[in-house]
T-cell receptor, first 119, second 117 residues
Framework: DVKVTQSSRYLVKRTGEKVFLECVQD?????MFWYRQDPGLGLRLIYF???????EKGDIPEGYSVSREKKERFSLILESASTNQTSMYLC??????????????????FGAGTRLSVL | AQKITQTQPGMFVQEKEAVTLDCTYD???????LFWYKQPSSGEMIFLIY??????QNATEGRYSLNFQKARKSANLVISASQLGDSAMYFC??????????????FGTGTRLKVLA
């Protein structure tokens, strides 16, 4: 079974703190993603990475950065947390085009999510 | 413009009845994929079903089926014989070509389904 593990289920941080959200996958996926989920807005892509040390901005990258030093690990960094970054954060991974065949090549696998509160 | 539209923010269904969750999409990419995910209150997104744009037949996975109408750009999820455990948020998503040979995934805003005993 594919496993995507997010380091924390719940986090409470103070405004201005530097926050690290960690995600690890065990399926040798080349693609990894960070989303935030807010009520009524669905999932919005923050950043994604299609290879080690490679990253691309998603739809809402402002206030966030990412790091991918190893294939299995993708970190989301809030340089200076703000209250409007209180949200549910979801990590996902997937094969890249050509890395797998059939339906498996298309599916994103998600972690359990991290609910972050910034006070 | 919304690329994935789910017009039902919430729905109720009686246990053992069938229910249809609506999803329409918009893309100019000839090769795309459509997904449905289930998110129970625990928060984890669970993959349910996938439909490729070139697939001739509607996808089915157990009690889940995807009613794919390409000309209408709709990909509705049908859950047969609803169970109490089906109560969750359901997201429709689309995969289309992105930059650098990657895929881009777009999610709808979700439909919260409540199954009544």
């Amino acid at each position: 079974d594919v496993k995507v593990t997010q380091s924390s289920r719940y986090l409470v941080k103070r405004t201005g703190e530097k926050v690290f959200l960690e995600c690890v996958q065990d399926m040798d996926h080349e693609n990894m993603f960070w989303y935030r989920q807010d009520p009524g807005l669905g999932l919005r892509l923050i950043y994604f990475s299609y290879d080690v040390k490679m990253k691309e901005k998603g739809d809402i990258p402002e206030g966030y950065s990412v790091s991918r030093e190893k294939k299995e690990r993708f970190s989301l960094i809030l340089e200076s947390a703000s209250t409007n970054q209180t949200s549910m954060y979801l990590c996902a991974s997937s094969f890249s085009f050509g890395q797998a065949g059939g339906i498996a090549k298309n599916i994103q696998y998600f972690g359990a999510g991290t609910r972050l509160s910034v006070l | 413009a919304q690329k994935i539209t789910q017009t039902q923010p919430g729905m109720f269904v009686q246990e053992k009845e069938a229910v249809t969750l609506d999803c329409t999409y918009d893309t100019s990419d000839p090769s795309y994929g459509l997904f449905w995910y289930k998110q129970p209150s625990s928060g984890e997104m669970i993959f349910l079903i996938y439909q490729g744009s070139y697939d001739q037949q509607n996808a089915t996975e157990g009690r889940y089926s995807l009613n794919f109408q390409k000309a209408r750009k709709s990909a509705n999820l049908v859950i047969s014989a609803s169970q109490l455990g089906d109560s969750a948020m359901y997201f429709c998503a689309m995969r289309e070509s992105g930059t650098s040979g990657t895929y881009k995934y777009i999610f709808g805003t979700g439909t919260r389904l409540k199954v009544l005993a």
